[in-house]
């Protein structure tokens, strides 16, 4: 029985792949699961041009065990093991004559203003013509263990700044917001989370739209999956992805890229 579960599990990482995601109708996924304010920011998608930078950033998601020592673009070590390596994966396959150099800056248990510490050296200096942020869930969940008194304002106003630094600097850079996502009922996360937790992921949106950005609605993709597979399975603690859930969160960024 065993033999049989881990041979299904391994099929149904293997059918979830960037190459074939016929088995999780992604775009049902997406397109039933958001509101169409979501939709409105969902549609936006982004022109890759020849010699273009792209960066990810964020927090212990988008880190994903990268190796910090090792910052040369399209580096496997420097990417991580999560949905940035995935999609750089992506990114290289499909478009092999534009020359994509790929980065990844997320670090773990970074906040918002975390990001703002690091921003000239982590993205300003990279000057990124594609820049994907995902981040909030630090902003609240550390709320939770004490170790941060940021409220929702906090994290609107240093995200709003940080947008406001980078367009500044940056005017022509074509952003990509994730929205912060938490699995309720898998180890981490539980009622105490909501509804406190969802004004993080509506202000996400609504940033997202301010600023003209593709947006991901990871919630929405991950309360729709559930339909597929039970939470523990697309992430072992209800924030951190497990393979298939790193898969589909690469797949669904992927879809914020004009083919």
Known sequence: ME???NSNRRNFIRNVSLGSLAALSLPNIVSAA???AENTARAKKVTLKKDAVILFQGDSITD???KRDQSEANNPGALGNGYAYLAAAAL???????NLRIYNKGISGNKVYQLAERWDADCLQLKPDVLSILIGV????HKLNGNYNGTIKTYRDDFTKLLDRTKQALPDVQLI?????AVNGVKAVDDKWFPEFNEYRVAAREIALKYDAAFIPYQAIYDKAQKTAPG???TGDGVHPAIPGA?????SWMETIKK
């Not at 917001?177 to 996502?181: L, N, Q, V």
């Not at 898969?247 to 797949?251: D, E, N, P, Q, T």
Request: aromatic residues 18%.
């Open 3 to 5: 033999q049989q579960s």
């Open 34 to 36: 958001v509101t169409p």
């Open 64 to 66: 994903a065990g990268r």
């Open 92 to 98: 290289l396959r499909e478009f092999p004559d534009k």
């Open 138 to 141: 630090n902003d609240f969940w």
């Open 177 to 181: 917001i994730g929205e912060p996502f």
């Open 232 to 234: 523990s399975y697309w």
């Open 247 to 251: 898969s589909l969160m690469a797949a």
